[in-house]
């Protein structure tokens, strides 16, 4: 690096192995590209806002907000391909970023979102009011994710309740959000843990209120013996009967006067989670082919 070039106070990082050395400029800071092998700083310039309008006037309400140690490391880390790809991007220069176009993208624009929640949570806690004191802080609820449910009553077909039917996909676009918190956020721990049981209870409580309207007229009696009933009427197989009988239990674990020990150590995993689904994509199946053969 040239003598008359030197890392920024704030922000002085080693940069990935990228394509051949190319130098981006911007009117408040200099980027650097390094070749394979190579390792260079890089200066940043990144905050929130724009230090002029469009016309280029200066905007004197502007404010920079500089990002400081692992959350600098993580944003440049997850930006500086994309950076390259369109010179200098909307997110260095602190403009909003309006498209996605790649997976380079997908990672920059998911860590400028997840900073500027840690700054609004910071802010709101900061001032010591309670939180429903900042309806402003609100953000807007990404659209697409939960299904409607129109298109959950369409999976429900062969139940013939319309009240019921209609109710059982209202808990399903209950578990598409609970699903959006474990998808799309790092939430771990206990936190993490506890979605997964929940979304475990959603879904058995699901189980046992299809199966006892579709039964109704052939088995009056409880969850396990409705399973054990249609294991012999050939409606499913013994790995689901097996599977049904396991989520019941597992959603039993809701009554937490009856449980013996903390669950702090607890089986609520991804694997957990999988098994869940695949038992309810099953018994959707099975029913709707039973219904199928039975008109």
């Known amino acids: 690096m040239k003598s008359a070039e030197r890392p920024c106070r704030t922000a002085s990082l080693k940069a990935q192995r990228l ?29 929130v806002g724009q230090a002029s309008d469009h016309r280029g006037r200066p905007n004197k309400s502007f404010k920079p907000t500089p990002l400081h140690g692992h ?17 200098l991007t909307q997110v260095l220069a602190g403009m909003p970023i309006e498209r996605i176009d790649s997976e380079d993208d997908l990672v920059a624009a998911s860590a400028e979102a997840g900073r500027l929640l840690q700054l609004i949570q910071d802010y709101c806690a900061a001032q010591d009011r309670t939180h429903v004191d900042y309806p402003e802080a609100k953000v807007r609820f990404p659209r697409g994710f939960i299904r409607t449910a129109l298109t959950q009553r369409h999976r429900l077909a062969f139940i013939e309740n319309r009240a019921l039917r209609g109710n059982l996909a209202y808990t399903l676009i209950l578990s ?43 088995c009056g009696q409880n969850y396990k013996r409705r399973n054990a009933l249609m294991l012999d009427q050939g409606i499913i197989d013994e790995p689901l009967r097996e599977d049904l009988d396991w989520l019941w239990d597992m959603r039993n674990n ?21 098994r869940v689904v695949r038992t309810f994509r099953r018994l959707l199946a099975a029913l709707e082919a039973d219904h199928a053969n039975a008109s």
């Not at 260079?40 to 905050?47: D, M, Q, T, V, Y």
């Not at 809701?254 to 999988?274: K, S, T, V």
């Open 19 to 47: 394509r051949p050395c190319q130098k981006l400029r911007s009117a408040s800071s200099s980027h650097f590209a390094c070749r394979p092998g190579q390792l260079r700083h890089i200066r940043i310039s990144a905050f």
């Open 71 to 87: 959350n600098l490391s993580r944003y440049v880390a997850c930006s500086i391909v994309a950076v390259q790809r369109r010179g």
């Open 176 to 218: 598409d959000t609970v699903l959006w918190l474990s998808l799309r956020t790092d939430v771990w721990g206990i936190p993490r843990e506890m979605l997964v049981k929940l979304y475990g209870f959603l879904i058995g409580s699901l189980c046992e209120s299809i199966t006892k309207n579709y039964l109704h007229s052939r």
């Open 254 to 274: 809701m009554h937490l006067f009856q449980l013996e020990r903390l669950e702090y150590i607890n089986a609520y995993n991804d694997q957990f989670h999988r």
